[in-house]
C-alpha cells in the first residue's frame, strides 16, 4: 500500500498518549481497507514513522483504525504498581537465527507467562523505594559509570553522585520530572529485589525473546531492515553527536514507539533489559561475573554497540549500573491488581 501524499495532516497533534503518525484516512476503496489487516498494519507501520496522529475531530476514526490494527494483539491487563501486562500463550517456539553468530536456531516450551508491556519506570521504582526504603548499589558507592552525548565511543566516565535518582549526575535531569521514563542505573540485584517485591521476576532470556519477537522470524519487530524512526537508539556515526531522527537523545518515555505484534512496546532501543540464564557460549566463570540483557537501548549504533535487534544478547557485572539499563517484569501466574 503507497501512502498517498494529499492524505497528509501538517500539524502535529496528540491522542491518549499514543505516539502514532498517522494517515488522514479516507475510507474508501485504494485508501484503507479494513478487511485486510495486514493493509491496515502496513499503514500503521509507515504512519508511525512520520509521527503524526489524528486530531481529535477524527478520534472516531482513529479509533477503528487502532481496532483494525491491533486485531490479534493481546490485551493488555492490569497488574500491581501500575504495570500493563501482556499474556504470552503456551506453545513451543521458535527462536534464534541460523545466520547470527552466537544465537543459533533453538524452540523453548513454555506453559504461558505474563510480562509488562514496558520496561519498568522511574515513578514505578520510586513507588517500591518509599515503601521499602531501599537504596540501590550505586547509591550505597556514591558514584556510578555514565556517558552521554560528545563523549568517545565506548566511553563510560566515573560521576560522583550518579544514580537512579539521577542517572549522568547532579547536573543531569532528575528521574522525578520524568516519571514515565524507564528507571536506569540500577544493577541486575536492584532489579530483582524489585520484581520479588512487586511479586514477579525477571523474564529468562529465552522467554524475553519469545515476548519479543511475537512469532515473527525478523530481526526488528516490524522487518528485516533497521528503521531508526522506530525505536529509540543513537542516531549518527559516533556519539559526538546525535542526529536525533528518531526524536530522542537519551532516554525515551516508555510507550513512545510502535508495539511489536504481540503489544510489547520498546523490545529494541531505549534501555537493555535484564534478563536470567546465560547463553551457552559463556563461560562459567563469565557467567557467574556478570548478567545478561537484551534489546539495545538509547546508546546503541550501527558503529558502536550493535545489539538493539531481537537477536542479540549483551552482558554486563552484576554490580554494576549504566544509564542504559533496565528491565521489564514477569509472572508465571495473573497477579492481583494491587496499589503497588
Known amino acids: 500500500m503507497k501512502p498517498n501524499p494529499d492524505l497528509f495532516f501538517p500539524q502535529i497533534f496528540c491522542f491518549n498518549s499514543y505516539p502514532l503518525a498517522t494517515l488522514r484516512l479516507r475510507l474508501t476503496h485504494g485508501d484503507f481497507d479494513p478487511s485486510t489487516p495486514s493493509k491496515a498494519a502496513e499503514t500503521f507501520r509507515f504512519a508511525s514513522a512520520v509521527r503524526i496522529s ?157 515476548a519479543a519477537r511475537a512469532g515473527k522470524n525478523t530481526p526488528y519487530p516490524w522487518g528485516a531492515d533497521f528503521d531508526p524512526r522506530l525505536a529509540n537508539t543513537w542516531n549518527g556515526h559516533t556519539h559526538r553527536h546525535n542526529t536525533r531522527e528518531d526524536g530522542f537523545v537519551l532516554t525515551a518515555p516508555v510507550r513512545s514507539f510502535p508495539p511489536n505484534a504481540w503489544g510489547l512496546y520498546d523490545v529494541v532501543g531505549n534501555v537493555f533489559e535484564y534478563c536470567e540464564g546465560h547463553p551457552p557460549w559463556m563461560t562459567r566463570e563469565a557467567a557467574e561475573r556478570r548478567i545478561c540483557g537484551r534489546g539495545g537501548s538509547w546508546w546503541c549504533s550501527a558503529d558502536s554497540c550493535d545489539f538493539h535487534n531481537l537477536l542479540a544478547i549483551g552482558s554486563m557485572i552484576r554490580t554494576a549500573a549504566l544509564p542504559n539499563q533496565g528491565f521489564r517484569v514477569i509472572f508465571d501466574k495473573k497477579p492481583v491488581e494491587t496499589s503497588r
Open 54 to 210: 489524528f486530531p481529535p475531530r477524527m478520534k472516531a476514526c482513529l479509533i477503528f483504525f487502532l481496532g483494525i490494527v491491533t486485531a490479534g494483539a493481546a490485551q493488555p491487563v492490569a497488574g500491581p504498581n501500575g504495570h500493563r501486562l501482556i499474556a504470552i500463550p503456551a506453545g513451543l517456539y521458535s527462536l534464534g537465527d541460523a545466520t547470527h553468530p552466537l544465537n543459533k536456531p533453538h524452540k523453548l516450551e513454555t506453559p504461558g507467562f505474563f510480562i509488562s508491556d514496558a520496561e519498568t519506570t522511574n515513578a514505578q521504582f520510586a513507588a517500591f523505594v518509599k515503601a521499602t526504603g531501599y537504596q540501590t548499589i550505586a547509591e550505597k558507592n556514591g558514584w556510578s559509570l555514565s556517558s552521554q552525548e560528545g563523549a568517545g565511543e565506548w566511553e563510560w566516565s566515573h560521576v560522583d553522585g550518579a544514580n537512579w535518582r539521577h542517572p549522568f549526575g547532579p547536573d543531569g535531569p532528575a528521574a522525578e520530572d520524568l516519571p514515565d521514563h524507564p528507571v536506569t542505573q540500577i544493577c541486575g540485584e536492584d532489579a530483582r529485589a524489585y520484581c520479588r517485591w512487586i511479586g514477579g521476576r525477571l523474564p529468562a532470556l529465552d522467554e524475553w525473546e519469545t
